[in-house]
């Protein structure tokens, strides 16, 4: 009879008690309604209708803040639901007088979604709070259900920050966005619904770039027809901060 090679017996030892352990589990420590409905603890369901419930939803609110609830859902906060900004309010439906759901006047609330973050989407409203109206209440200023802005922005910064401020340290510095970016009036106040357009071919960039173009003679020039031969600019020059990738030509 062969004998069992010592490393199998070393390796069967772990693999033995790895069974045991998953046998001792099932049998006195995974719970007793755990997969009566799939994969999870069936009794999580009883446990979490049993809760008390404490929101309402906005249709409730709707019931007697109807002018509010129409205004808002016209806005740019119509994706936020009341309870976001007010708390639970199902206590202040069923008695209204003798709960209060709290309305946030201080800066504190609005910065919670608002305040400068590179990865909020673009076109997303933020703001650096330590600079924008210091002191201020942003009611002062914004309607929370209809925040539309009182004024306008009249310059990109407004909504694009981290772009302009990569284009303040370019070669580009000078050179306004609307030269390369159509931006309709719309595109200021439905920043989403209405996009700013973008060039699409390479003689856009060669209109300023291509060596027999009209312009200062620091500006790079180079032979549209041969350089880069089908790629289009920005797969090498990235147009806010156009310096050439590291091993471009």
Request: proline letters at 11%; glycine letters at 8%; hydrophobic letters at 30%.
């Amino acid at each position: 009879m062969k004998r069992i090679p010592d490393q199998v017996i070393r390796l069967s030892i772990p693999l033995v008690v790895i069974v045991a352990a998953l046998a001792v589990a099932k049998r006195y420590v995974t719970p007793a309604t755990f997969g009566r409905y799939g994969y999870y603890r069936g009794a999580a369901i009883e446990e979490i209708a049993a809760r008390e419930i404490r929101y309402a939803g906005q249709e409730a609110c709707a019931g007697c803040h109807e002018e509010t609830v129409r205004a808002k859902t016209r806005s740019y906060h119509r994706g936020v639901s009341c309870e976001v900004c007010h708390g639970a309010a199902r206590a202040h439906t069923e008695s209204p007088g003798e709960h209060k759901p709290p309305a946030p006047r201080e800066r504190g609330l609005c910065p919670l979604c608002h305040s400068y973050n590179p990865a909020r989407p673009t076109g997303f409203p933020q703001i650096i709070p330590v600079t924008h109206n210091p002191g201020k209440p942003c009611i002062s200023c914004h309607n929370p259900h209809d925040p539309t802005p009182p004024r306008v922005p009249r310059e990109c910064a407004a909504c694009h920050g981290d772009i302009e401020r990569t284009k303040l340290v370019s070669s580009h510095v000078n050179v306004p966005c609307a030269r390369c970016h159509e931006t309709p009036q719309r595109h200021k106040v439905t920043p989403r619904l209405v996009r700013a357009g973008k060039p699409t071919s390479r003689e856009f960039c060669g209109g300023c770039h291509a060596r027999e173009a009209a312009g200062p003679k620091e500006i790079p020039r180079i032979d549209l027809a041969t350089h880069g031969e089908r790629y289009v600019c920005w797969e090498c020059h990235y147009p806010h901060l156009p310096k050439a990738y590291a091993g471009t030509p």
